[in-house]
Every structure is written in structure tokens, then in C-alpha cells.
């Protein structure tokens, strides 16, 4: 038979089953603790942190890391001077700590911390001309502005003008040694004085020629010998040519003819020239207008011949004008300029005196003028007065006396002048 339990028989048992229960909490408790410290510590790893030149710049995962990120930073450096960029010196510091996983950088990220960091490195650009570095400069200069300044100092604006480097120029990202790397500024005064970059520049340009006019020469018996007479003045054409020209720092090295026109044709000059013999009486002396030689004293007779007179060659012939000669005008003979001016002490007896140079080698003297009114090196038109007759030097009268050489030889001007009262011609002995 079954007895019931007393009082103190219920409490014994209550007590023993609590105990059981606790001691199963706890060892749950116990079980997820653990659990939880072993999940925490999964996350977490011993890792060598990496300090250089007193900044911390990354964790990684052993201390190899840090050595293949060391010689990374050499592999990255550009220098001119492969002795001085293994002396590099870079050298971390390093200690092991706990830390996440999720903290551990690449070998290759350490690389770039230790040259952000370094005092040694810096990034920045460089200048390679025809394949060979040249200079570099920080990573806060702007090298591709500094070339444009460049080329920009040989634009002058010209006519399809292009400006570009000769050499093969690049600007290239890298990493250098910093006391190799210079300021914007430095590198454009350096460039600018060494001239390593040759630059080239070609551009259209129009130049305008003349196109010489053709001289045809007419060969006529109806002129003295040395006349030359233009028939038709010639004119230059024009020709505008368009040229592509090539030069390299501003030193012309080619000039090709693109283009050309034609503004203006030429214009054939046509002259006559002379064949006669002075002597030919049908041959007409001309001025250079085609105008036979004009008498310098209007409405005059010859008083003296050219030729021989009193047993001695008079070298001219004298002119007078009935009814007084004093103070009458006297003109060119033809256009010409005037050559000589000599006064009475300077001509050995020729008095006043003018020599006009009319061109075609051809002169005409004036002499024992009164007065004159032109002076040496004018330019004189057919007709125009250069003085006034007179009786200065030997003369014992008033009249002009009056010379004409062509060829230099002299002749007989009244052969080739015109508007004379030759029929009434006369002698006066007291003129010379």
C-alpha cells in the first residue's frame, strides 16, 4: 500500500527538483557564453600593424607583407639615376595586434599608404620626350597646361596655322623621387632654356608678285639712231600666290605653292627704236612722247648756222627774234631734266648756262641767257621756260645760242626742230 507523504516529505522533494533545474540552466548558460566568445573571436585575427614616419598606414597580415610592399614602392619609383632609386631607404615599423579581419589591407594598398606617407616619394607627372624621361613635377602641377603654354608662345594667329611638338611628347602618371620632382613653373623655364621639344608650325601665307610685262622692240628707219620711242607703255601683272610654309622653332625649313592667281595680266611694252644715220634728213628725232624737238625761242630766226663760221666749227646755232631778242622766253626743247646750271665766271664763255638731259642719249645746252628759272635735277616739261635770253659771257648781242648732242656727237639741231623761221634766216656777224 501506497503512503502519503507528509509535509516535510513534499518540501524535500520540491527542493531537490529545483536544484536539478538550475544547474541544467547553468550549464546552458555556460554552453552559450562560450559559443558567443568563440563566434567574437572568429572575427578577430593577430595581424602586424604597419607605422612609418610616425603615422600609422595599415595592417597586414605578416611581416613579409611588409617587405614585398617596400620593393612594390621601388618597382613604382621613375628615375633617371637607377643607383639612386635602389638607395631608397624606407623602412617601417611594425608590431602585432588583435584586430578584425575586415582591417587587413593588401600588400598592395600598404604600397601606396607608405608613398602617400613617404618623404622620400611623391606622386605626381612626368615628362618623357621621345620615349626618354625628361623631368617630372607634383601631382598638384597641371603638365598638359604647361605644354599648352608652350605652344600657345608660337601662335601668331596666321592663316590655317597648326602648332604641335616635332618630338614625340607625353605626359605620363607615376611616382618619383622628390628631390627629382620640380614646380610647374621651374619645368616651363627649363624646357623654354634647354629647348629639349622642338616645335613645329605650318601655316598658309599669301604673298603678291608682279609678273614683269614682255618688251617688244621695233626696229624703224624713219628715227635717228639712238631714238627710242615708247609706242605702248608696259604694265607688271599681279599673281597671288597661296603657300604652305613649314617651320620648326620658328626657322623656315619648306615652302610649298598651294594656290595661285592671276589679279592683274601684263601689259606688253612696245618700243620703236631708231636706225638712221644723224645725217639722214628724213630721219625725225623724237622725245620720248613721240613729239619731234620744239625751236626753244618762239617766232625766231637763225642768225648764226651750225657748222663752220669765220674759218672756226660753231658748235651750235644762235637764235634771235626780230624786233628784240633781250628778256624773250626760253623754253625745253623737249621734257627732260635739268642737268647742269652754270653761271657766267663757271661756263668758260658760254655765260649763263643750262644743260637739259632729255633721256635716249640726248642733251641740248642753252647759253648766254639773261636769267634762269629752274634749277639742276628738275624735271622739265616739253615747252616749259627756263630762263630768259640774254648777251652774258661772249656775246656781243642779244640772242640764244643753242646746242643739240645725241650719241654724244654733236649736231646740227635745226635738222630736227620745228616751228623755225629757217627760210628767213640771216647772219649776224656780231653775235657769237
Same mark, same amino acid.
Given at each position: 500500500?501506497?503512503?502519503?507523504?507528509?509535509?516535510?516529505?513534499?518540501?524535500?522533494?520540491?527542493?531537490?527538483?529545483?536544484?536539478?533545474?538550475?544547474?541544467?540552466?547553468?550549464?546552458?548558460?555556460? %554552453?552559450? #557564453?562560450?559559443?558567443?566568445?568563440?563566434?567574437?573571436?572568429?572575427?578577430?585575427?593577430?595581424?602586424? #600593424?604597419? @607605422?612609418?614616419?610616425?603615422?600609422?598606414?595599415?595592417?597586414?597580415? #605578416?611581416?613579409?607583407?611588409?617587405?614585398?610592399?617596400?620593393?612594390l614602392v621601388k618597382q613604382k619609383v621613375v628615375s633617371k639615376?637607377?643607383?639612386?632609386?635602389? @638607395?631608397?631607404?624606407?623602412?617601417?615599423?611594425?608590431?602585432?595586434?588583435?584586430?578584425?579581419?575586415? $582591417?587587413?589591407?593588401?600588400?598592395?594598398?600598404?604600397?601606396?599608404?607608405?608613398?602617400?606617407?613617404?618623404?622620400?616619394?611623391?606622386?605626381?607627372?612626368?615628362?618623357? %620626350?621621345?620615349?626618354?624621361?625628361?623631368?617630372?613635377?607634383?601631382?598638384? #602641377?597641371?603638365?598638359?597646361?604647361?605644354?599648352?603654354?608652350? !605652344?600657345?608662345?608660337?601662335?601668331?594667329?596666321?592663316?590655317?596655322?597648326? %602648332?604641335?611638338?616635332?618630338?614625340?611628347?607625353?605626359?605620363?602618371?607615376?611616382?618619383? !623621387?622628390?628631390?627629382?620632382?620640380?614646380?610647374?613653373?621651374?619645368?616651363?623655364?627649363?624646357?623654354?632654356?634647354?629647348?629639349?621639344?622642338?616645335?613645329?608650325?605650318?601655316?598658309?601665307?599669301?604673298?603678291?608678285?608682279?609678273?614683269?610685262?614682255?618688251?617688244? =622692240?621695233?626696229?624703224?628707219?624713219?628715227?635717228?639712231?639712238?631714238?627710242?620711242?615708247?609706242?605702248?607703255?608696259?604694265?607688271?601683272?599681279?599673281?597671288?600666290?597661296?603657300?604652305?610654309?613649314?617651320?620648326?622653332?620658328?626657322?623656315?625649313?619648306?615652302?610649298?605653292?598651294?594656290?595661285?592667281?592671276?589679279?592683274?595680266?601684263?601689259?606688253?611694252?612696245r618700243i620703236i627704236v631708231g636706225t638712221?644715220?644723224?645725217?639722214?634728213?628724213?630721219?625725225?628725232?623724237?622725245?620720248?612722247?613721240? $613729239?619731234?624737238?620744239?625751236?626753244?625761242?618762239?617766232?625766231?630766226?637763225?642768225? @648764226?648756222?651750225?657748222?663752220?663760221?669765220?674759218?672756226?666749227?660753231?658748235?651750235?646755232?644762235? !637764235?634771235?627774234?626780230?624786233?628784240?631778242?633781250?628778256?624773250?622766253?626760253?623754253?625745253?626743247?623737249?621734257?627732260?631734266?635739268?642737268?647742269?646750271?652754270?653761271?657766267?665766271?663757271?661756263?668758260?664763255?658760254?655765260?649763263?648756262?643750262?644743260?637739259?638731259?632729255?633721256?635716249?642719249?640726248?642733251?641740248?645746252?642753252?647759253?648766254?641767257?639773261?636769267?634762269?628759272?629752274?634749277?639742276?635735277?628738275? %624735271?622739265?616739261?616739253?615747252?616749259?621756260?627756263?630762263?630768259?635770253?640774254?648777251?652774258?659771257?661772249?656775246?656781243?648781242?642779244?640772242?640764244?645760242?643753242?646746242? !643739240?648732242? =645725241?650719241?654724244?656727237?654733236?649736231?646740227?639741231?635745226?635738222?630736227?626742230?620745228?616751228?623755225?623761221?629757217?627760210?628767213?634766216?640771216?647772219?649776224?656777224?656780231?653775235?657769237?
Open positions: 500500500m501506497i503512503k502519503p507523504l507528509n509535509d516535510n516529505q513534499c518540501e524535500s522533494k520540491y527542493k531537490i527538483k529545483n536544484k536539478v533545474k538550475f544547474a541544467q540552466i547553468a550549464t546552458i548558460a555556460g %554552453v552559450c #557564453a562560450l559559443t558567443g566568445v568563440m563566434a567574437i573571436l572568429q572575427n578577430f585575427t593577430l595581424a602586424v #600593424a604597419v @607605422s612609418y614616419e610616425d603615422q600609422e598606414i595599415g595592417l597586414v597580415q #605578416a611581416e613579409s607583407s611588409v617587405e614585398t610592399a617596400t620593393q639615376n637607377e643607383e639612386k632609386k635602389e @638607395s631608397i631607404k624606407i623602412e617601417p615599423t611594425t608590431s602585432v595586434v588583435l584586430t578584425k579581419k575586415e $582591417n587587413i589591407i593588401s600588400e598592395q594598398e600598404l604600397a601606396d599608404n607608405i608613398i602617400d606617407t613617404s618623404s622620400e616619394v611623391v606622386k605626381g607627372e612626368a615628362l618623357y %620626350v621621345d620615349g626618354d624621361l625628361y623631368a617630372a613635377v607634383d601631382k598638384e #602641377a597641371d603638365l598638359d597646361k604647361t605644354l599648352d603654354n608652350i !605652344l600657345d608662345e608660337h601662335k601668331t594667329g596666321q592663316e590655317q596655322e597648326q %602648332v604641335e611638338f616635332a618630338e614625340n611628347v607625353q605626359v605620363v602618371k607615376g611616382v618619383f !623621387l622628390s628631390d627629382e620632382v620640380v614646380d610647374e613653373q621651374t619645368l616651363e623655364n627649363k624646357v623654354k632654356e634647354q629647348n629639349p621639344i622642338s616645335v613645329s608650325k605650318s601655316y598658309q601665307e599669301s604673298k603678291v608678285e608682279q609678273i614683269p610685262f614682255d618688251v617688244e =622692240i621695233v626696229e624703224s628707219d624713219k628715227y635717228v639712231a639712238g631714238t627710242q620711242i615708247v609706242e605702248q607703255t608696259g604694265s607688271n601683272g599681279l599673281v597671288e600666290y597661296k603657300e604652305k610654309v613649314f617651320t620648326i622653332d620658328n626657322n623656315e625649313k619648306d615652302r610649298t605653292v598651294v594656290k595661285q592667281d592671276v589679279l592683274k595680266q601684263p601689259t606688253k611694252q638712221a644715220s644723224i645725217t639722214d634728213q628724213n630721219a625725225a628725232l623724237v622725245d620720248e612722247n613721240g $613729239n619731234s624737238f620744239t625751236i626753244p625761242l618762239k617766232q625766231s630766226y637763225v642768225s @648764226s648756222p651750225y657748222g663752220d663760221r669765220d674759218g672756226s666749227a660753231h658748235k651750235g646755232v644762235d !637764235l634771235c627774234v626780230r624786233g628784240g631778242t633781250f628778256g624773250k622766253p626760253v623754253v625745253s626743247t623737249a621734257k627732260g631734266v635739268v642737268e647742269e646750271v652754270l653761271q657766267t665766271e663757271e661756263s668758260g664763255g658760254y655765260g649763263i648756262k643750262v644743260t637739259i638731259n632729255h633721256g635716249n642719249n640726248t642733251k641740248s645746252v642753252y647759253a648766254h641767257l639773261n636769267s634762269v628759272d629752274v634749277k639742276e635735277g628738275q %624735271v622739265l616739261e616739253n615747252g616749259q621756260q627756263i630762263g630768259t635770253a640774254g648777251n652774258t659771257g661772249d656775246s656781243y648781242g642779244a640772242h640764244l645760242h643753242f646746242e !643739240l648732242y =645725241i650719241n654724244g656727237q654733236r649736231v646740227d639741231p635745226m635738222l630736227f626742230v620745228k616751228d623755225t623761221d629757217q627760210n628767213n634766216s640771216e647772219n649776224v656777224n656780231t653775235i657769237k
